[in-house]
């Protein structure tokens, strides 16, 4: 493809996004090849689907977009703290080789900018492919928790468990008059015109009235949340809820708007017939990952 035909795909693929954080993705994606990767998985696909046959390869859930940044930890309903894939955001059923072949491409590419030389990248990609087929051949998979990670995996989670809530929420919010609100910057949380701030609140409380325990849900503040590359330009919200009780024990959640998934086009499977691309995100992470996080949930 040219120039011109990648700069028409980028700009036809995030058509409709905010106008005043698109600029910001379009900076992110100059600034190195990997992060150029990272935030136009549907070029790759685009390009996938022109060279490589697919009719025999077995479907199995993928995330779609695996790179080197799409894993991390998070917490699962049991309060354990896991590390492995954590962004299903463009998952689907598709070719058990689209992942294989995307991460092994994001080890290539990233080497540049993680200074790593061409023949030890190449050794990764070989290592990663070997340890696949390994764990496929004895049919055994295990969940990577402190108690068995190593290296920095296991320095990381480690680190991870003895984080203070009180010290995440002193982090991220302020007290005024013993009660919360966030603190905005321009880099990863901005303010909202109240309209879309009422619109959201008012999406978070229907929902709650559905739940066990809907005061948890309750909205102190939101703003809006900069994070990721393939998705600057959609919306999205941190959201610091009553959690547990105020001022200390209170939640922060990552409220994310979900399009249909960049592989949509290229396949060729039946999908299932998801109520809305929030569920598709929230069931195949609860496939894929080892326990179903916490706090998970699709709201209309």
């Known amino acids: 493809m040219s120039n011109r035909d990648v700069w028409n795909l980028i700009q036809l693929f995030n058509q409709g996004r905010d106008p005043q954080i698109l ?13 150029f990767f990272r935030g136009t998985c549907h070029l790759f696909y685009h390009d996938l689907s022109r060279e490589f046959i697919q009719s025999s390869v077995p479907s199995v859930w993928i995330c779609g977009d695996l790179h080197l940044e799409n894993f991390g930890t998070y917490k699962g309903e049991d309060r354990q703290i896991y590390f492995g894939i954590n962004d299903f955001d463009e998952g689907a059923l598709a ?14 590419v990233a080497a ?22 390994n764990a496929l051949a004895t049919g055994r998979i295990r969940s990577i928790v402190a108690d068995n990670a190593h ?30 609100q966030l603190l905005f910057d321009d880099e990863k949380v901005l303010p909202i015109e109240r309209q879309k701030y009422q619109q959201v609140e008012q999406a978070i409380s229907n929902w709650a009235k559905t739940q066990v325990n809907p005061d948890f849900f309750e909205v102190l503040d939101l703003g809006f949340r900069l994070a990721g590359t393939g998705s600057l ?25 979900q399009p249909v998934s960049a ?3 290229y396949l060729t499977r039946v999908q299932p017939a998801w109520l809305n ?20 949930a699709a709201i209309e």
Do not use: H
């Not at 480690?158 to 302020?174: F, G, K, S």
């Not at 919306?235 to 990552?254: A, E, F, H, Q, T």
């Open 23 to 35: 600029p910001r993705k379009y900076a992110s994606l100059r600034k190195n090849a990997f992060t």
């Open 95 to 108: 070719p058990c080789t689209w992942d294989l072949m995307k991460l092994v491409t994001s080890i290539l």
């Open 151 to 180: 290296g920095i995996v296991e320095k990381l989670l480690v680190e991870l468990q003895q984080r203070n809530r009180l010290n995440l929420l002193a982090e991220r919010t302020e007290l005024i008059n013993n009660r919360r």
């Open 112 to 133: 540049d900018s993680l200074e790593i030389a061409p023949a030890e990248a190449q050794m990764l990609a070989q290592s990663y492919l070997s340890n696949y087929a």
């Open 233 to 257: 330009g959609l919306d999205r919200y941190l959201v610091l809820v009553v959690g547990k009780g105020s001022p200390d024990r209170n939640y922060l959640l990552d409220f994310k708007q």
């Open 277 to 296: 691309q929030a569920t598709r995100v929230m069931k195949i992470q609860q496939l894929v990952q080892s326990a179903p996080p916490a706090l998970s």
């Open 263 to 265: 592989l949509q086009p």
